[in-house]
């Protein structure tokens, strides 16, 4: 879970965050484009990768907004992601929602294939970040007018013994720090991820999760329970009670509050006659 840049603003259609994927085989063109992104207001979070299979990875065990794509790499190239990522589309195997696309290369000659395959942009190296900020304003215009991913969709990449496996987060109950790791309990069991807890709470606070204290996140999604008692608060978390740290009660009052309001039917339905 590889993120390099976290904040802390609320996502809204007026100031979008995006998730976005750097895809180049050359450490140093990853850099540059690390570098403006970390300083573009319209980006949240930036993934890598150096080539075409690192970047499905990403895409599979992530949730991207946009993919900025090089063109020319050893193996599989750009053009032939954004293919499969086009023909997917097409064949309604992934929603509309899917992430844009926007060239960064050195080529101006595939330029032509690049737009009948409905990239977002273009963009040639070296990249101005006057240029990139208007490419980027366009996705989040773009992906604010378009319905969010479904959260059971969205997966995790965790180790188990010698194996990789895939989570989905909306079956984590809670997490809980472990020294650089976070604990992700679910009813199957309980898995390691190398995150913090802020990393989650930022990153899968559309989905529920919310940290109640420097040791607990926890997924609303999953508590039955808000126990007060002596001024102090928790939360019943499936068979699990999780304290509420003085600090974050405030916080977490609010999120309960803003999680109830989201989850209650729009058309409630009237009792028995």
């Not at 929602?97 to 190296?125: G, H, M, N, W």
């Not at 010698?162 to 069991?189: F, K, M, V």
Request: proline residues 6%.
């Amino acid at each position: 879970m590889s993120t390099e840049k976290v904040s802390t603003e609320k996502v809204s259609t007026e100031n979008p965050q995006l998730r976005a994927l750097v895809v180049d085989d050359e450490p140093p063109a990853i850099k540059q484009m690390q570098w403006l992104l970390n300083e573009e207001p319209l980006v949240r979070t930036v993934h890598t990768a150096a080539n075409v299979a690192q970047a499905r990875h990403v895409l599979d065990t992530e949730r991207i907004d946009v993919v900025l794509l090089d063109i020319h790499m050893p193996g599989h190239s750009g053009l032939d992601l954004a293919r499969d990522l086009t023909r997917d589309r097409e064949a309604e195997t992934v929603p509309e929602s899917s992430p844009q696309i926007i060239f960064v290369t050195a080529d101006a000659q595939p330029a032509v294939e690049a737009f009948e395959l409905r990239v977002r942009d273009y963009l040639l190296k070296p990249v101005r970040a006057q240029r990139l900020h208007e490419a980027l304003r366009r996705v989040a215009e773009s992906s604010a007018a378009q319905p969010a991913a479904e959260p059971q969709m969205i997966r995790v990449s965790v180790l188990q013994g010698d194996s990789t496996l895939l989570l989905p987060i909306s079956s984590i109950r809670w997490a809980q720090a472990q020294g650089d790791y976070a604990r992700l309990h679910t009813e199957e069991g309980s898995y390691l991820l190398r995150a913090s807890l802020a990393d989650l709470e930022e990153q899968w606070g559309d989905y529920g999760f919310v940290r109640i204290h420097r040791s607990h996140v926890a997924n609303l999604n999953y508590t039955q329970r808000v126990l007060h008692r002596q001024g102090r608060m928790s939360l019943r978390v499936c068979d699990v009670e999780l304290p509420v740290s003085r600090r974050l009660m405030p916080h977490v009052r609010e999120r309960l509050e803003e999680h109830r309001l989201r989850s209650a039917p729009r058309n409630p339905a009237k009792g028995p006659a």
